[in-house]
């Protein structure tokens, strides 16, 4: 299984050659893509020196699969080109992601969908991954309605540069900035650009990408992204409106029976979910749960993963391990 991971020296880059080690996956060629400036370069992958190489000779390689975290403008320019050679792309942009002709893919809910002509397969955006998780059970069982989501998203979700700028401002550092305005000892309601309605593009994504994933465009999503000075990890506060009613303890049974979710919930012990509790973990941590005493069949909750490996990386290696067991690559 040839393998090329694009963006090899970028910050989900690196998450995904790790968890590629992780989960033991069948490489039997790694091919490491980056930009220009860093063509010739090594790193080291499971106890071997890679040299970094373009995408040209990438796409020369015919690897399987392609795991892309380049950003939006690489991988449209260059998706198709691997494609073209035979390669199935996994692209972990925005690119392709509401794209009709692509597929949206969270392995644990919709994996089922892909077959081997699918050569350009959308990873979601990393918020869209924790909550749609969480809200698919829900939705097959009790019919979801409205979705009012409120995020509290790190800044390891901009990139380097902001862990950087928040490293900086926590030590009195003056150097360059991700944002507009600081981040430490600061919240930020600005996630991405704005689009002419007022939201944010992140906001837009966390309303669209739901209903392709689930397939369904009978319920409503709206948001409201934060950008916290937290290093790692995404916060979701969820309020789900529902069509049919529910028992609190039913949900609790529901949500650990699923593969993904770990269920941290005990008001008692002060026991709900938290970045440091997420980071570095593949699971989908939920907790707070609670009726909304202001409506009839509406839930609250919380959920908190790892932006940067649930939310992007290891949901795109899943994907890859998908298509491996069914032989579509």
Known sequence: MKIAVVGATGMVGGVMLKILKERNFPITELLLVASQKSIGKKISFNGNEHTLIGMEDAIKAQP?????????????????????AGTTVIDNSS??????????????????????????????????????????????????????????????????KAVNQLENEMKGIQDEMAYPYPIHKNALPHCDDFEDNGYTKEEMKLAREPQKILDDRTFSVTATAVRIPTSFGHSESVNVEFINDFKLNEVRTLL????????QDNTVTNTYPMPIYAHDKDDVFVGRLRRDETQPNT????????????????NAVQIAEYLVSKNLV
């Open 64 to 84: 399987q699969i392609a795991i892309f975290s380049a950003g939006g403008g690489t991988s449209l320019e260059w998706a198709p080109k691997f494609a073209e």
């Open 95 to 160: 690119a392709w992601r509401m794209d009709s002709s692509k597929k949206l893919i969270v392995p644990e809910i919709n994996a089922h969908v892909l077959t081997s002509e699918d050569k350009i397969i959308a990873n979601p955006n990393c918020s869209t991954i924790q909550l749609v998780l969480v809200l698919a059970p829900l939705h097959k069982k009790y019919k979801m309605k409205r979705v009012v989501v409120s995020t509290y998203q790190s800044v390891s979700g901009t990139g380097v």
């Open 256 to 263: 650990h029976n699923e593969s993904g979710i770990t269920v």
């Open 299 to 314: 839930l609250n909750m919380w959920i908190v993963s790892d932006n940067l490996r649930k939310g992007a990386a290891t």
